[in-house]
Every structure is written in C-alpha cells, then in structure tokens.
C-alpha cells in the first residue's frame, strides 16, 4: 500500500527523501509529499497529487531545506488522491505519514472536532495529527503524546512522526503493516522495507508488531505495545540498490520477465538435488505422510500459484487441497482439524488477508507454511516453515516472476510430498527433478517468442473483451492470463476452464473476441481442442499456445498459433506463463498504458 520513509541525516534530507520514496513508489501513486524541519526547526511541506514527478517538480522550483524529514507516496483509502489529503498530514506541532487504515477514525473525529479541531483533509491519518497535538498541547513531551495515541488507534498501520523544533527526533510505529529502522554512521532512518533504504544502508532492524521506535542521530529505541524497551536483531539487508534498477529495459514488468529464467533455475536449485535427482526441503515441524489435506490461502496471483499447486498435490501425493480466495477463507469460519496443514503463498508477506487467514489457521492449530518472496515479512515471520522463492525485488504491480517462483517452489513441495507418502518413486521423483531441470532452459526458448507476441498483441490491443481457456494446470493459467492483461491494459478479459465454455461464457463468443487457448499437447490435450471447435465454430478468433504435436494436430481455422518447445507435463505452468506475461505486456505498451504502476493498483495490499 503506502510508502513510508524518514531520514534523521547530517545533509538535506528532501532529496534523499524523494529517492527512497521512488523506490517505495510500487507500493502507491495517487500522490505523494515530504515534511522537513528547515532552520530553527520550522516545519516545511511539499506535497503533490499523481505520480512522484509532479511532487519531483514541485520541490525543482521551491525547495526544501533541514536535515531531518518524512515522506510519503499513497495509494488512497481514506479520501480522494488530491493535494489535500496527500501525506504528510500536519499542524503546528507534528507532522505523520502512514500506512494502513484507522478503522475508528470517524469516532475519533467526531471526538476531536467537539475539541474544535479543524480537518484539512478527509483522510483517517490527520485524526493521528491531531490526537497528538491535543497530548503535546497538554504539556506531554513527544514520545509520551505518541505512546498514548497509540492505544487509542484500532487497525493495521505503520507511522512515521516529525516533530516542529525536535530536530532530532522521529518516531515510528508499527501495527499490521511492515516498517524497518535504518542505521548509518551518525543517521538513521525509516522506511516500509528495505529497498526504500538501500541506497542508504544494508543495516536494518525490523519492527515486530505492536512495536514502536524513537529514533535519534545516534540510534534507535525500540519499545514493544507494552511499551517495554526491547533489543530487537539488526540484519544486513539484501536489497541493493543495484537489484532495484530498470538496467536496459523499459519497465520493471520487462526486466523481471526475463529473469525468469535464472530466478526459477536459483529458486529450483534451492528445493532440488539435480546431481542426484532429489528433493531437499528445510526441516518439517509436520511429517507428510501423516497429512490429510493441505489448506491453502493466497490473493490474485499468488493465488492463482496455488490452484496450479493443487494438481499437483492432488496428483503426485494424493493430498487433497482446499484452496480459497483469502479474503473469503479469513471470514468462512472453516472447522479445521488440529495438526493439518495450512500453507499461504505470498510475493510481498504483507497481504491483509493472507495474514488474517494464517491466524485464523494458527488459532485452529494448524501447522503455518508459508511460500513468500520477502522473507523479512510478517507472514513468513509469523509462519512455523517459510519456503523462500528467489525471485529477487518485484518492483512490476502486475507479479510476473514472483508467480513463476512461486510455482518453482510449490512444484518442488509437491514432488517431496509425494515421495515422503510413498506416491512417487525414487525413479518418479527423480524424473520430476530431471523434468524441473530443464525449466531455465525452456524458459529462455519461450522468451525468444516475444517478437511473434509483440505482433498478436496488437490485435489483443484493439480488443474490448478477451477470453482465456484452458484446462488442467492450464485453467489457473488462464486466470492468471485474464488477470495480467486486465490490470495493465485495462482491457476486459475472462479466464475458463474450457470445460465450462458451453456452461455460459460461448454465448460472449463471436467475430470480435480474441480467445486465447493454453493448450499443450498432454493427456487432455483432445478435449480442449473440441472446446476450441465450438470457438471457431461460433466466429471466435483464437489464439493457441501449444507445442508442435499441438500446433499440427489442432486443424482449426482462423487459429493463430505460438509455437512453445515440447516439455514435460508438469512444467508447462512454469513456461506457458512467459507468453501470458509478454502478451499482456506488449498490449498494455501499445496501449500507452502505465506498466509498471497501472490505475488503482499497488504493490501490496496490506488494506481489506
Ligand atoms: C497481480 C498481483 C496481485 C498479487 C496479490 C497478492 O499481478 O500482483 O494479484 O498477486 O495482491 O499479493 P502477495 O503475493 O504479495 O500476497
């Protein structure tokens, strides 16, 4: 959701400032701003509605002097993107920028304003603003105002305070959304992750929950809810500023496409023996064998990562897998049996729901796995085993080798479950390594499609309405093809099992609509190609991805067909991705759109 930063420094902060917020910018950019102290502790704010640039442009021509700030980029929750409600929120005795949402804002407002306090904005945030001000008007100092405030906020947030004429000082707080504290030589710092600190420093301690930290020039104290001073681990980070650049490519969404190919293979090579055909896993607090189920809960496309995984858990283990939408899991009230297992997939490890899911799981004593991208987060934080995909900063809104990781991993689960529950074979397991082997391989063969895609996209561009088909692990896919190309074009699509075609959606078939089918040639590899006939056969224009026995056995007119290399079954997600990837991409470029930040969107949802 928002980004978070805040510099206690020894030169102006403002500029620095605007260059972590550039790397936070993934997680919102409806508007953004920054407060310093100027000299002799004078607040000073620049704010701006829309992208960083316009807040860039706005300090060019005035700019902002101190050596001690905070700033902001929003994804809006509470109140329109305008200037107004863009973070920092202030009054003359503090400024704060946060993340997350104040579920009892409108209480506290009403509160503050029979006080006779005067809303700026219309955001839960400048409640916090004023609740402090109130406290240091009393005659409370800083750190004693904000540690009373803070009980009296229900939510999920992180803060960040800057105090007029306290040109030392900053707090930060976190409940619910992530926030790390930075150390240098003589500095300090505050920021949403990591990445917003890398070019600052690698030395970062992150908060726990409830956690809330004063921060000096000279270091950092960190109190728990109880307010009692804890030691929490300082780490070194390792986000570089390196591993957040756009290097040649025009966008992020580019740049973390083609890695795929080395970041599965570093992913694979963490879960997989190639030399002697086996899989390796961190040691278990659960014994597979004695599973009856797994329970998964993820959002979008990590979602869709475990609804691939489900076939495959199903099939090499014969593990049955409820997966849900974790917004719906976290409300279902789902009766669990003690001592299952529960395992949530998440890029960021921040997401709102797939963290109320996992407690929701702990509390029904369940065993909590977790496959996450970000293993300084709370959901890996919070879990009992964390399976790390090693995809690397994802800085794209729209998760394209997070996805692919996260499918690395949970086919690599998978296969060890099912030869820990005597399914597979040392033989069968060891031709599923071999298979997963191949998959850098196949995946550097599928990017060299991207000119051909680049061509199709153009028609997939001038199109209102696009249906994705397909069936098997190709169904998520198709999902997940609808899902890319929705959000960075903005072009209306639907994914289906084909299966379902003739249950409803063949009636939106005619002349106009692209359908694009994800078909390798496997066992079902007939039965979507009668589901394509009844495509073709209604004027639809279709798009197949397949593989060469695919391509010469689908004699269907007005086919357009992407040719991918023959592979194993069970890779095909993996590799069948990459098109989906290219395809939605190249649209949404012809189409002007803003890639790497499309409309409405951010980063991580750490917001119901
Ligand atoms: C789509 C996308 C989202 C995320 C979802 C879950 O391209 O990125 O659908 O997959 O918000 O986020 P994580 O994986 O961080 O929990």
Redesign the pocket.
Known sequence: MCGIVGIVGNVPVAPLLVDALKRLEYRGYDSAGVATLETGGVLARRRAEGKLRNLEAKLAASPLGGLIGIGHTRWATHGAPTEANAHPHATDKVAVVHNGIIENFHQLKDELKAKGRVFASDTDTEVIAHLVTVELERGLSPVDAVGGVLKRLTGAFALAFLFPGHDNLLIGARRGSPLAVGHGQGEMYLGSDAIALAPFTDQVTYLEEGDWVVVTRQGATIRDENDTVVQRPMVVSAATAFMVDRGNYRHFMAKEIHEQPDVMGRTLGQYLDFGTGRTRLPALPFDWARLDGITMS??????YAGLVAKYWFERFARLPVDIDIASEFRYRETPMKRGGLALF???????AD?LASLRYCRAQGQHIAAVVNVTTSTIARESDVVFPTLAGPEIG???TK??TCQLATLCALAVAAGRARGVLSDADEAKLVQALAEVPRLAAQALRLEVQIERLARRISKSQDVLYLGRGTSYPLALEGA??LK?ISYIHAEGYAAGELKHGPIALIDEKMPVVVIAPHDRIFEKTVSNMQEVAARGGRIILMTDPKGAAEATISAVETIVLPEMPATVTPMIYAIPIQLLAYHAAVLMGTDVDQPRNLA???TVE
């Open positions: 993820a959002c979008g496309t990590a979602f997939i998440s890029q960021s490890g921040e997401t797939t809104v729209a998760s997070a996805f899902l890319k959000e980063k991580s949802v």
